[in-house]
């Protein structure tokens, strides 16, 4: 079907499907978690979903590690080392592989994230979402403004020299003051990374089903311009639609997801991407989403929930879909390298969008213009399959 003379890199994506509560926000695979978590029985399915993905990426090294959720700071650290022990034991890693923990600032303790450390998580997620009260109470979340900056500090403190904040705007209550303040809040803790985005009422979702009052769509757009400026000056460099990095400090494993890399799913709900250079083919799978279903099932065929080829007709959309996210585009060749098809397989979509301003394009770079990037979605949907 496809013609690949090299495999795009590979990650690996951990799901932990468990939060103290559910945010009223939030889309992801994840439930509240039981009295006692079953951190041994879930980390032996893992070890056993692993095992049987093995066939089907035999000699590859891993690039970049993520463990996301739900919560992943609600496992131990012991919990952390003995699947590392298993994962090292069971594939190559990259000398200087990247290592993400999703942390949510409600379950932060000091000791705990040392050990991570230890073990050899390089990098933290803390997802903080806002430094003023009002909202994060009506997010849902379990912490506090003066818990997420202790959290923050505690990072720092610990040794943490590479982690991400995720930080909202758009969200209930939340004023041009209170959102400008979250931004410089966030600047002055130090960050190497933030992830900076519009709150989104997700279908399944409790806000989706009882909106709640937002701000009006013009002044979140002007807040959001100048908040973006205010990040740049203080030297984070936007390289994606949401995320900004100091000191060339970008987030591999997502930029991997955006370059149409391959990425190993293990966990409940967890979702991967496999190239196959013998077939010729690119294979989506996604887990049982239960995490009791996924325990009983991990290491048997009946822990695939869904499985599906990517098509040739499709292929342009999928790889357009997160490249053109990335702000400075990609190498034009890239497209041939991870798709294994030339890249006038979307020529008339290429056209097209540059007739209408939406991208530059030559044999070396596709990048999307000022004009694209705010217009992302309509530059998108030129590449979905006729």
């Known amino acids: 079907?496809?013609?690949?003379?090299?495999?795009?890199?590979?990650?690996?994506?951990?799901?932990?499907?468990?939060?103290?509560?559910?945010?009223?926000?939030?889309?992801?695979?994840s439930h509240k978690a039981p009295q006692d978590l079953p951190e041994d029985a879930y980390v032996d399915a893992l070890i056993r979903d692993l095992e049987q993905e093995l066939p089907s990426i035999w000699g590859r090294t891993v690039q970049t590690i993520f463990i996301g959720g739900g919560t992943p700071s609600l496992f131990s650290a012991e919990a952390y080392e003995r699947l590392f022990s298993s994962i090292r034991a069971l594939l190559p890693l990259s000398p200087q592989v990247e290592i993400t923990l999703e942390a949510n600032p409600g379950t932060f303790e000091a000791q705990r994230f040392s050990d991570y450390l230890d073990i050899g998580i390089n990098r933290l997620s803390i997802g903080v979402q806002s430094f003023n009260d009002e909202s994060l109470t009506a997010l849902g979340r379990i912490h506090d403004s003066k818990q997420a900056i202790k959290a923050i500090e505690t990072a720092h403190k610990v040794g943490f020299e590479n982690f991400n904040l995720d930080l909202m705007f758009g969200l209930p209550h939340q004023t041009e003051k209170t959102a400008r303040n979250d931004v410089a809040t966030a600047i002055a803790l130090e960050p190497s990374h933030i992830s900076y985005y519009q709150l989104t009422l997700e279908p399944n979702t409790l806000f989706y089903q009882q909106p709640p009052t937002l701000p009006d769509e013009d002044p979140i757009i002007d807040w959001q311009i100048a908040n973006q400026q205010r990040l740049n000056e203080a030297g984070y460099q936007q390289y994606e639609v949401s995320a900004y990095a100091k000191n060339n400090q970008q987030c591999q494993h997502n930029i991997n997801y955006w370059q149409f890399g391959d990425y190993l799913g293990i966990g409940a709900g967890a979702h991967g991407k496999i190239s196959d250079a013998a077939k010729q083919s690119i294979t989506r799978r996604s887990k049982q989403k239960q995490p009791q279903a996924y325990i009983e099932s991990a290491g048997s065929a009946a822990v695939v929930l869904n499985e599906e080829l990517i098509t040739k007709k499709d292929i342009g959309f999928e790889f357009m879909l997160n490249a053109l996210r990335l702000t400075d585009g990609f190498p034009t060749p890239l497209f041939y390298q991870h798709v294994g098809l030339p890249i006038s397989h979307i020529n008339k979509a290429l056209q097209q969008a540059e007739q209408l301003e939406l991208i530059t394009y030559d044999i070396h770079r596709i990048c999307p213009t000022e004009k694209g990037q705010r217009y992302l979605n309509s530059l998108v949907e030129l590449f979905l399959p006729e």
Do not use: E, G, Q
């Open 1 to 29: 079907m496809f013609n690949f003379t090299a495999l795009p890199p590979l990650s690996l994506y951990i799901h932990v499907p468990w939060c103290v509560r559910k945010c009223p926000y939030c889309d992801f695979n």
